[in-house]
């Protein structure tokens, strides 16, 4: 549904070349508005050859000193890339775009990159930073009383919170421009929002109202002799139907609906539209079509490489598989859910990844200028020092004796200094070898664990599961066979969990990112979201490095779930020059610091006991009510 709303608002979004003057008939400006509209016109379908005229666009507008078809030109070549899911290049050029267009005080050209920035960071998962550029083409599209352009925005505005989940503010931005559109009489965009609300009202589980605007939007597609998208109105209601319990409405609207998208050939469409009609199948206990409707659906997803769609088919086939007692088929296509799966979280972390560096990038800079101004006043702080050394050396010329017990007094609170530093030092040398042997252990256990019982198991498994196999006839004893199966599958997965709780294996062969990967993709559940961003880890730590820092994130990971009461939980690591930092941030209850002064737990003592071993910081930033902010510093010259 998303994929069809998103090509519409691209159309009002990006065709900003229209505010130019119509009187300029030059030969190079009728030159470079044909290149223009070219690239706009290729966006979707042929990429190459849109940028290759957005590109040749550019270089003359830049020859011709033009600024105006320059921003036009970056604009549109953004939008090209943008299409192509390459965000990272499309923010760089619709940001270049923004700067120039806000040079020359350009207020439509201005609205119109801020509301496609803003569908950039959309995409990007940056919900912050896209409502703050969508509110910004808000404010100049109701200053210029542009009320289609605003409708515009509100339907964006409405796809971002459905990101968030926010349906409460969906509906009302999906109305807000429903209102505009019906009273603006544009038949197309009704439609298009009557579908979209459908959409929306199916996700907030008001399956009435879901149904009421899919079938105006099937009404209005029909008359509007848009077969393209009437399909879409059709696959919401059919599931409304549904979940209403009118099972054979379901199926016939679902049916008209993968009849449309397969003339169109819809793929990804038509692989959504059969796991709905699956559903319908396996409730009416029709094992055999919903399970021939998800192989088709793999088939598809496969071909034109959607995860999405590839991942829910498994997921399926493994509870009807399951249903018919098929237990390998299920386990088989279970493996395959859970493979995707991963592989979709990595996806999106590189996304995510992409829009830190971004964001990166540019808090870098403001440091820079920061470390300027730092500097400039370091420099007046040296030379005022300066003349305060001068006039205390004129003093002390004149008390030699108070100079000579300044300098006896420094020796011994330097000899002191000296002492309690060599005491630190060895405390630290005794910390870090009860560290060191702790972790061995840790690593022995976790391998003879995984080496010696993993082994025994392993093979104990393969050699029941060739029995279960070779019991044909025996019913009896297939079903004992296949308790045991599970019972011993229990006790390797035990046995897998408990290795990797005293050692993670991610942590000894891919190092510390995989591994908090891997320690929060545990705890990730209906009751606690949890997220991961790592960024500049392309060469690993020291090995005890990554021990501390892990059991570290462990600690404060556990905190939050025993005491915070959260619902999201995320864990920011960044290495980069100046060392690594640490982020670990939830929504729980919070607290007061102030407690942790008076009373430190073990897991805080814990935590600054071993950062100490590697001259490392913590700074805790909490407030009941508002959640918990651990902020991790270590200095890169200080890895063990």
């Known amino acids: ?59 003359a507008a830049r020859e011709k000193g033009d600024r105006r078809y320059e921003a036009e030109a970056l604009h549109n070549i953004g939008i090209v890339f943008e299409a192509q899911g390459n965000y990272y290049k499309a923010l760089e050029l619709a940001l270049e775009a923004l700067e120039i267009r806000k040079a020359l005080n350009d207020g439509p050209g201005i609205a119109n990159t801020c509301n496609n920035i803003g569908i950039i960071y959309d995409q990007m998962g940056d919900f912050t930073r896209a409502l703050d550029f969508y509110n910004e083409a808000y404010t100049r599209y109701k200053a210029a009383q542009d009320r289609e352009k605003l409708a515009m925005v509100s339907v964006n505005l409405g796809i971002l919170f459905k990101s968030q989940g926010a349906y409460d503010k969906v509906i009302g931005h999906y109305q807000e421009a429903y209102q505009v ?57 059919g599931m409304a139907f549904f979940e209403t319990g009118r099972r054979k409405e379901a199926e016939i609207y679902l049916q008209r609906s993968l009849k449309g998208h397969r003339e169109y050939e819809n793929k990804k469409e038509i692989a959504f539209v059969l ?229 993670p294996k991610a942590l000894i062969k891919e190092g510390l990112p995989l591994a908090v990967k891997e320690l929060l993709s545990k705890i990730n559940g209906a009751g606690l979201q949890a997220s991961l961003d790592a960024a500049g880890f392309n060469e690993r730590l020291p090995e005890q490095t990554e021990t501390i820092l892990y059991r570290v994130i462990q600690e404060a990971v556990n905190n939050v779930i025993k005491h915070a009461a959260a619902t999201t939980l995320s864990v920011q690591l960044v290495k980069d020059e100046e060392g690594v930092a640490i982020n670990i941030e939830d929504d729980g209850k919070g607290f007061d610091p102030a407690q942790l002064k008076q009373s430190a737990g073990i897991g805080i003592k814990n935590i600054l006991s071993r950062l100490s071993l590697l001259k490392g910081t913590v700074d805790i930033d909490a407030a009941p009510g508002r959640g918990t902010l651990v902020a991790i510093f270590i200095p890169a010259g200080h890895y063990a």
Request: hydrophobic share 40%; charged share 25%.
């Open 181 to 237: 559109y019906r009273e603006l009489g544009r038949a197309d965009e009704i439609a298009f929002c009557e579908a979209n609300l459908g959409s929306v009202y199916y996700y907030t589980k008001q399956y009435d109202s879901c149904l009421y605007y899919s079938l105006l939007a099937e009404k209005a597609l029909t008359a509007r002799n848009n077969l393209q998208y009437l399909p879409v109105a059709q696959a919401n209601a």
């Open 1 to 59: 549904m998303r994929i069809s709303l998103f090509i519409l608002l691209l159309v009002f979004a990006g065709n900003s070349y229209a505010h130019n003057d119509s009187k300029d008939t030059t030969a190079f400006t009728k030159q470079i508005k044909a290149w223009l509209r070219q690239c706009w016109d290729y966006r979707f379908h042929d990429p190459d050859s849109a940028r290759y005229f957005g590109y040749k666009a550019l270089t």
């Open 275 to 503: 796991i709905q009609l699956a559903k319908i199948f396996a409730a009416e206990g029709a094992y055999d079509k919903a399970i021939g409707a998800l192989t088709e659906t793999k088939r598809i997803a496969e071909k034109i490489h959607a995860p999405q769609q590839a991942m829910d088919a498994s997921k399926l086939l493994s509870e009807y598989y399951a249903a018919r007692n098929d237990f390998r088929n299920a386990w088989e296509e279970h493996a395959n859910y859970a493979m995707i799966k991963d592989s979709l979280f990595e996806e999106e972390k590189m996304k995510t990844i992409a829009a830190y560096q971004t964001r990166y990038e540019t808090e870098k800079k403001e440091r820079q200028i920061e470390m300027l101004h730092q500097e400039s006043a370091i420099q007046k702080l040296k030379l005022k020092q300066h003349n305060v050394a001068l006039g205390a050396l004129i003093a002390l010329i004149f008390a030699g004796g108070g100079f000579v017990y300044f300098i006896l007094n420094q020796r011994k609170l330097k000899a002191e200094a000296r002492l309690e530093a060599e005491r630190r030092r060895r405390q630290q040398e005794a910390s870090r070898a009860v560290l060191l042997a702790e972790e061995r252990e840790r690593r022995r256990l976790a391998s003879d664990l995984h080496d010696g019982v993993g082994q025994m198991l392993s093979a104990a498994l393969i050699n029941l599961n060739h029995a279960y196999e070779r019991q044909e006839q025996d019913t009896g004893a297939r079903e004992l066979t296949a308790r045991a199966l599970s019972l011993l599958n229990d006790g390797y997965d035990e046995m897998r969990s408990l290795s990797h709780r005293v050692m």
